[in-house]
């Protein structure tokens, strides 16, 4: 597809973002968009909110899980990027005014401590690392509906990503089993979604070493002191004003934010 062509489908993204009115799927109109080009008009928006003062932290892995993919019927995971206005504090309050489709699910997350450049192993990724935690990411597809869209439309929206709640890094992180932690959602003191850190590529750490292997095919790499959040356990839920949700993670403290 043409530049001029994807800076235009960039700049839609981005106005149905910040007004929070959402657009028809790109693929409707635009059938011959490729992965290559949805990733190009990702990138476009982000130079669009860096324009505007944000600064890019770190990116998120979605649809590690085989759970995931079957609700979004989806085929392979993708990556979109966070910037700092997209954080908010644990036990801090997420307001719905803006949104389109908001949806949360919970994630485990790790912060670099230096580059990591294609190609990497599992150890590699470890040896990298600064610290791990537990991480609620709240997704808003931009487009009408949150389901029947390609994997093109996904990526090119930043791969649904919209916020995401960080606890504390666990710095001495090589003690836990991070294949096997127990991971359970609450909503409003329910159990509502539950799973194991497996469900994430097989093993969250993996999801940082796909995300490599991702990168490099765009001539990119992971800087030092990024955030990566690896990826879902469980399908998202909806969000409701009001709610309050808590994820509970093993090994790690409770992340809490409320619903405004």
């Known amino acids: ?6 800076e235009n489908l ?13 657009v028809e799927q790109l693929s409707k109109e635009h059938k011959e968009l490729t992965r290559a080009d949805a990733y190009t008009i990702q990138e476009k928006q982000l130079e669009l909110r860096e324009g505007r003062k944000e600064k890019l932290v770190g990116l998120k892995m979605g649809l590690t899980s085989e759970a995931k993919r079957k609700q979004m019927n989806l085929d392979s995971p993708l990556y979109g990027v966070l910037t ?24 485990i997350a790790f912060k670099t401590a230096r580059d990591l450049k294609w190609p990497v192993t599992r150890a590699d990724v470890l040896e990298s690392l600064a610290g791990v935690t537990a991480c609620l990411e709240i997704l808003d ?35 836990l ?9 609450f909503v409003d003191d329910k159990l509502s979604q539950s799973g194991i850190s497996s469900d994430i590529s097989g ?11 991702m990168l490099s095919e765009r001539g990119k790499f992971l800087p030092a002191g990024s ?7 469980t399908p998202a839920v909806a969000l409701k004003s009001k709610m309050q949700i808590k994820l509970m993670v093993d090994g790690f403290a409770a992340v809490n934010v409320s619903v405004s």
């Open 141 to 175: 597809s931009r487009y009408t509906e949150f389901k029947y869209f390609s994997m093109e439309d996904v990526i090119a929206d930043n791969s649904s990503s919209s916020h995401f709640v960080m606890g504390n890094l666990i710095l001495d992180f090589k003690k």
């Open 1 to 6: 597809m043409q530049k001029n062509n994807l």
């Open 203 to 213: 093993d969250p750490v993996l999801s940082v070493v796909d995300l490599c292997k």
């Open 84 to 107: 700092d206005v997209m954080q908010v504090q644990n036990g801090g309050v997420f307001s719905l005014a803006g949104t389109i489709h908001p949806k949360i699910e919970p994630e």
């Open 177 to 185: 089993d991070l294949m096997n932690l127990k991971m359970e959602m």
């Open 227 to 233: 955030i990566v959040l690896a990826g879902a356990a």
């Open 10 to 22: 960039a700049n839609l993204l981005d106005r149905a973002r910040t007004s929070g009115t959402p």
